[in-house]
């Protein structure tokens, strides 16, 4: 019964890191279809946000829910204007763009902060369940993804901005004719995105080794959500994030921890092989 | 007689669009058809069902009595149905000859396919720009490479989306003889808004509206019909 | 500009250098340069596999790196197992391709657009990464050869003469063999786009539609591509491991990927050549910024990615030939109207209006296609 509970837990804290590291880059290639390689990037950026808070003696709350998405943020905000609003449409020329700014800032902080490994231990300590001991930190990320969803939602579903977003993004011209600037849009979304993927990348210091080229083990992860997601961008992260948390999940446990992610990479080759437009492409179609 | 062409109650449906409503369309060998309609009637994805780019929500295409109502995007070609677009389309980075020589390569052997190519370019008039790449071409002769590159191929029934839109009158006029002068051997099916090019080359008409055959006769009964002048939006007859 | 690319004279042109530098460079450098050839030479190969499948297939693989790996792999595995080197060199070209093929359907065949083909080749890199990084145990190893792991494998036996195991490729000939490959690895694929298949391999690239409306069936054409593709930078990947009698997974890494890529990108899409001068153009200058310190040589990579993306999306060789037709064509008007003694004729009637889908197509190859999510 014990172990239920704990696999259960882990199975939840697999999908939730989907879900969070997932968040932003489902923001921008759902929104803006702007697909971003830089992605990993922006988390590495959040997490090395986060330890040079600490090191000014920031609180890492703090720093994790404040200083990680705002830094991030503006990064995006200059990031968009200089290089990816010029090659709006052009999809793989975006593609390239962007990894040549991925490559870019590992440049720039490899430079700055050298290639040695930082860190900063999770807090809040463990809990045991049965003979079981799972970390606290675990809850928290579950409970933030449990969050960000029902924020994503609300932000879309009753704000302006998200009326305004999600008009645009079906149709620009019609933005235009409101009197509404869609790069303006453009910039704000691809700003929130970046933001959440440093919110991503500060929740995640504790748990990895922050490193320049931390982020590289996350965009592919992030995109196969994503894209297999499909269109609809809060239930395809979901649905996405579910379907491939739990498979990594299990065959973690089943085997080892590089077969889970290899289970993972493979179960969406196959579906999207099934399922060429995604989740949201053929179930849930309409919904968020 | 098998019909070449035979559609039976076909329909599609886009999301919430009624696209194409319980069509029956039945064309002879070497017929020459024209298809008139206001814009979303139906006619661009009328041909899109022929040549499988759309597949039908319910309903049956039969070509020569075989049912070709799910096929994959290769095989109209294969099997004898050439489409001229809306918008030309042609290999821009290519040459005309080349554009034309891959259409007949497919069939015939080496000889065979330059021989062809090079009387298609006769016939269809583009063969001193036989080494102009096709993206460099006016629009109306890209329409002509487009129509050489379908007949190259030699396919029993040939779609053309608008053949005449964007060319002059002398153009337009040689288009027709052009058009003839292919129907001796092959069926036509011609969506059209321009009647007078319709009257030079066509002996029947069908009217789609809404997506839904509504008459079928001659250019000049089409012309007359009262609720027809009303409903369509093209050109008028002058 | 692109007449002459495409024409016989260019392809003996690009043959006799080739071979002129295969003979010569031996004479004037020392063994150690000569590494140094053959290392730029075998990258070259590799970025003209990735030149071929994007530049005339309209195949953007974010992986190609995946099979520059396998064929080191496979080499090396197959050798340390069978001694002599005549099938592991012919077993390093055929599984990367068999990958490929496999791969291949898998996209081609699920009509899966630009997009995903992108992701999912990047994907499987990574899987690949994460397998053989992993296998560092001894437990891990196919007959005799062991994996290795992060460690990589040592000591692979150099490439022997066929059918003789003792008499080893040296570094003398290995450049020898690599240039060749290289001059008829080039000579090959000139040949293969001259030809009916290349034809429509262009084609497909140039307007799917329109090809599948003729009856090709395009899938075939892209495996066909892609499977050669594959076969070629294994190729690369066999002569890699010889080179260094060295592999390990940092083969299979994003990084290296990406460094194909911004070859091909600096260097031209559309020719064969363009490819070549931007790996060497970027393998100069890579080992340039790891002599120094001020600049990191990720950043500079990037730096030139971004700026070329948005800059010259051509790249390096046909921009170069965009700006020599330019001054050929200014050349050309100028004495046309110095010799002139009456006003120029008035061009015929015809008008020259570039249809909206076509971009500038003074390069007639043009780069990418873009298609709708």
Not at chain 1, 24 to 49: P, R, S, T
Not at chain 3, 284 to 306: D, K, R
Request: proline content about 4%; overall charge positive; aromatic content about 8%.
């Amino acid at each position: 019964m014990d172990l239920t509970i704990v696999v259960l837990i882990q199975v939840l804290y697999a999908v939730a890191s989907l879900v969070i590291i997932s968040s932003g880059l489902a923001v921008i290639f759902g929104m803006m279809k702007v697909i971003n390689l830089a992605h990993g990037e922006f988390m590495m950026l959040g997490a090395y946000a986060v330890i040079v808070s600490i090191r000014f003696g920031i609180n890492l709350w703090v720093a994790m829910f404040i200083i990680a998405p705002v830094a991030v943020g503006l990064v995006g905000v200059v990031l968009e204007r200089l290089v990816i609003r010029r090659l709006y449409g052009r999809m793989v020329d975006t593609m390239l763009a962007t990894w040549g700014l991925s490559l870019l800032l590992i440049g720039v902080v490899t430079s700055i902060a050298g290639n040695t490994t930082a860190g900063v231990s999770a807090p809040l300590g463990s809990f045991t369940i049965g003979a079981y001991s799972v970390s606290s930190y675990t809850l928290v990320i579950i409970g933030v993804a449990v969050a960000l969803g029902l924020a994503i939602r609300l932000v879309l579903l009753r704000t302006q901005l998200g009326l305004i977003a999600r008009g645009t993004m079906q149709k620009p011209d019609m933005a235009n004719a409101l009197g509404i600037s869609p790069s303006v849009v453009y910039s704000v979304t691809f700003a929130v995105g970046a933001s959440l993927s440093g919110l991503a990348g500060g929740l995640l210091a504790p748990l990895t080794g922050v490193v320049p080229t931390m982020g590289g083990a996350f965009v592919a992860k992030a995109f196969i959500t994503v894209i297999g997601g499909g269109p609809a961008i809060l239930a395809g992260l979901v649905s996405a994030s579910t379907l491939f948390g739990a498979i990594n999940q299990v065959a973690t446990f089943l085997t080892t921890p590089v077969l889970g992610e290899v289970a993972l990479l493979g179960a969406a080759i196959v579906m999207l092989r099934l399922l060429p437009q995604g989740i949201t492409g053929r179930f849930f179609k309409g919904t968020l | 007689m098998t019909p070449l062409i035979e559609t039976r109650n076909l329909n599609v449906r886009f999301g919430g669009v009624h696209a194409t409503r319980d069509v029956n369309f039945t064309l002879a060998e070497a017929e020459l058809r024209c298809v008139i309609g206001p814009n979303g009637a139906g006619k661009s994805t009328f041909f899109k069902l022929l040549t499988g780019q759309v597949k039908p929500t319910s309903g049956q295409i039969l070509f020569r009595g075989k049912d070709i109502s799910n096929m994959q995007p290769h095989e109209p070609g294969r099997l004898g149905i050439g489409i001229k677009t809306q918008v030309p389309s042609l290999f821009n980075g290519l040459s005309v000859w080349e554009n034309v020589w891959l259409s007949a390569r497919r069939i015939n052997s080496t000889t065979q396919a330059n021989r062809i190519t090079g009387e298609t370019l006769e016939r269809v008039g583009m063969e001193a720009h036989r080494k102009t790449l096709a993206g460099l071409l006016s629009h109306g002769m890209r329409q002509w490479v487009e129509i050489g590159v379908v007949i190259a191929a030699d396919p029993p029934l040939i779609l053309l989306d608008e053949p005449a839109a964007g060319m002059s009158d002398a153009e337009v006029d040689r288009t027709a003889e052009l058009i003839l002068e292919i129907n001796r051997q092959h069926a036509l099916v011609v969506v059209e808004h321009d009647m007078n090019f319709i009257r030079m080359i066509a002996k029947k008409v069908t009217v789609l509206h809404q997506g839904a055959v509504i008459k079928e006769d001659t250019p000049d009964r089409i012309m007359s019909d009262p609720m027809i002048q009303q409903i369509y939006l093209g050109k008028k007859p002058h | 500009m692109n007449r002459f690319a495409q024409s016989w004279v260019s392809a003996a042109l690009v043959l006799a250098i080739g071979i002129a530098l295969m003979f010569g460079l031996p004479g004037v450098m020392d063994e150690y340069t000569l590494m140094q050839g053959t290392i730029y030479a075998i990258m070259a190969i590799l970025g003209v596999s990735l030149g071929f499948i994007w530049g005339f297939g309209g195949i953007l693989c974010f992986g190609q790196a995946a099979f520059f790996g396998l064929g080191s792999y496979t080499y090396a595995v197959a050798v340390v197992n069978m001694g002599d080197s005549t099938v592991p060199f012919m077993l390093a070209i055929a599984v990367p391709a068999l990958f490929a093929s496999i791969l291949g359907y898998l996209i081609f065949f699920g009509r899966l657009s630009d997009v995903y083909m992108g992701v999912i080749t990047l994907t499987v890199t990574l899987i690949l990464f994460n397998l053989i990084n992993s296998t560092a145990g001894p437990e891990w190893k196919i007959g005799n050869a062991p994996l290795g792991g992060f460690n990589g494998i040592p000591g692979i036996p150099t490439l022997n003469f066929p059918g003789q195991v003792d008499k080893a490729l040296s570094p003398g000939d290995l450049f020898y063999l690599t240039m060749s490959c290289l001059l008829v690895t080039y000579l090959g694929l000139r040949c293969l786009i001259s030809s009916k298949i290349g034809r429509v391999i262009i084609a497909v690239k140039e307007n799917e539609q329109r090809i599948l409306l003729l009856g090709y069936d395009a899938r075939l054409y892209k495996l066909f591509s892609f499977t050669l593709g594959g076969a070629i930078a294994g190729l690369a990947g066999c002569l890699f491991a010889n080179w260094g009698a060295f592999t390990s997974p940092t083969i299979f890494s994003l990084a290296q990927s990406a460094q194909i890529i911004i070859w091909v990108i600096v260097g031209g899409l559309g020719t064969f050549v363009g490819p070549v001068v931007g790996c060497v153009a970027i393998q100069w200058l890579t080992t340039q910024i790891g002599t120094q310190q001020t600049f990191n040589s990720n950043l500079v990579l990037g730096a030139i990615l971004v700026v070329f993306v948005l800059l010259v999306p051509r790249g390096v060789v046909p921009s170069l030939g965009l700006v020599l037709e330019w001054i050929w064509n200014k050349l050309k008007t100028k004495a046309m109207a110095e010799n002139a003694a009456c006003p120029q004729p008035l061009l015929p009637e015809v008008k020259f209006t570039a249809p909206s889908q076509t971009p500038s197509t003074a390069n007639a190859i043009s780069i990418t296609k873009e298609q709708a999510a």
